[in-house]
Structures are given as C-alpha cells and as structure tokens.
C-alpha cells in the first residue's frame, strides 16, 4: 500500500504541470498562441500563489503542495510563450517579449517578428479600438510579460504581510483556503469563453483537455480517499463540470480555424490561397 500512496502522491505533484508542456510544444511549433487563453495562467498563477500561503497555516500534504510549486514555475514559462507569440490581431496594443527580425521562414504578420522601430515609431493603440472587451486597469491583459511579473510580486508581498497579521487565526486560514480553491475552480472558464466566443476550438491543445478532464477525475477521487481539507472536495467537483462543458464544446464546435479569422491560418486550398493574393497578382494569374 506504501508502493500505491508513493505513486499516487509523485502522479498528484508532477501530473498537473506536464498537462501543460504539449500545449506549449504546439504554441512554439506554429509560432502562435491564438486559440488558447493565456487567461488560464493567471488563474493557475494567483490560485496556486494563495495555495502556498494557505499550507503555511494547513499543511496539507506535501504532494499538493509540490505541484502549487511546479505549477507556478510551468505558468510562468507558458505565460511567457503566448505572449511572444501572440498574433497581432488578439491585441494591437501588444509590444512582444524580445522583438526579433523578420525572417524568410516567419510570416510578417506574427507579432514576434516586427521589428523594434515598429514600437518606436507607432504608439500602442487603445484596447477599445481593437474589438476586445477593455477590462479594469486592462487586468491580464497587459502589453509586457514585466507587468505580469510586478503583478505576482506585489500579490505576494501582499500575502506575506497578511500572514505575518492574521496568520495565527485559523478562520483567515481557511478563507485563504477557500479563495485559492474558488479561484482555481474556475479555470476552465477563460477558455470556455473563448472557445463560445469564437465558436471554435482551434489552438486549444486535445491533450490539455483530456489532462483537465482525467485530471480532475483523478483529484476528485484523491481528495475524497485522502480526506483532504473541505476546500479541495468542493472546488474539485466544480472544476470537473467546468471541464465537462468544454469537453462539449470540443465535440460541438471541433477543431477548425474560426471563420471570422480564417484568412490568418494557410489553407490547403488553392482557390481559397488565390482569394487572399493582392490584386495585382490576382489579375496576372487570371491572365495566364
């Protein structure tokens, strides 16, 4: 029984973060992150920031509190490859990671591949303008992987001085508990809106829902065998029927490029490449 609760505790501590490492080979291999919600870092980011504050008063076991760890160094590194690859038409206002060179190999329109003098010359222009929903203060929906950087760093100074305060009363303790696994609870959320509002699924990885939906399962079962805190039961059952229903939006709307957006992706089909070819290229292909 020692074996199975080994293999148990080592699957619930490294299983969640590498449910995330195909999504960002496929990010990285098309050199775009459109499709998948960088909205799901930051719920896993400030969840699991809270969850590791929560253990300073609970302590949980120690697998749990191992993947709040990886989770967080995973999330930071996926952050960091959505937004340099972040397609220029997801957020006119976005200035890249590091702006590199154009190359034969990079299509111009990506937005990694302009060049530093395009943010120099042009000024960012307004979120309103860009057909997006203008959040308050732009909340996770900022221009430079920095911004997300002093957001974390004041949300955990801010943590740390109110466990240095109220630490020693249990009842804070538990609505930390609470709050991160509320929060964490609902991370399917941001890209079920996504994937509603696109009325599609593309760029939005098979392998990451199967890791959600199992998962989940898979922790559901854990919590209730384990007898962890009350938090972990409640929330857990929530994240899976969010799972299910982005599990219906997979079935429902599958994964083809969204038709508004269409023209970004290469189509196979050669009247369809013609259609998007200038106009004078146009009329010199009719002519021949």
């Known amino acids: 029984m020692g074996v199975i609760e080994t293999l148990a505790g080592i699957g619930m501590a490294v299983g969640p973060p590498l449910i995330y490492a195909d999504q960002a080979y496929?990010?990285?291999?098309?050199k775009d992150s459109s499709g998948f919600s960088h909205d799901v870092c930051g719920v896993l980011l400030i969840a699991n920031i809270i969850r590791v504050f929560f253990w300073l008063g609970n302590r949980f076991e120690i697998p749990l509190l191992i993947q709040s760890l990886l989770l967080i160094i995973s999330q930071l590194v996926l952050l960091a490859i959505c937004l340099h690859y972040k397609t220029p038409s997801e957020s006119s206002n976005y200035a890249p990671l590091s702006p590199l060179p154009p190359t034969s190999e990079d299509p111009p329109t990506r937005g990694h591949a302009r060049e530093d003098s395009d943010y120099i010359n042009q000024p960012p222009t307004s979120m309103s303008g860009s057909g997006k929903s203008k959040r308050p203060f732009e909340f996770w929906q900022w221009e430079g992987y920095g911004s997300y950087l002093e957001f974390l760093a004041a949300l955990i100074l801010v943590l740390g001085v109110l466990q240095i305060i109220l630490g020693r009363w249990m009842w804070y303790i538990d609505a930390l508990g609470f709050v991160a696994?509320?929060?964490e609870s609902t991370l399917p959320i941001p890209q079920f809106i996504s994937n509603f509002k696109r009325k599609s699924c593309y760029g939005f990885r098979s392998s990451t829902l199967a890791g959600w939906f199992f998962g989940d399962a898979y922790k559901t079962v854990y919590f209730f065998i384990r007898g962890s805190p009350i938090q972990f039961k409640v929330t857990a059952i929530m994240t899976l029927c969010?799972?299910?229903?982005?599990?219906?939006?997979?079935?429902?709307?599958?994964s083809n490029p969204p038709r508004e957006t269409s023209t970004q992706f290469p189509s196979s089909d050669p009247e369809e490449s013609r259609g998007l070819r200038s106009d004078g290229e146009e009329r010199q292909f009719s002519i021949q």
């Open 26 to 30: 496929s990010i990285v291999k098309k």
């Open 242 to 254: 969010w799972d299910s229903a982005v599990l219906g939006q997979r079935i429902m709307y599958g």
């Open 181 to 183: 696994l509320t929060i």
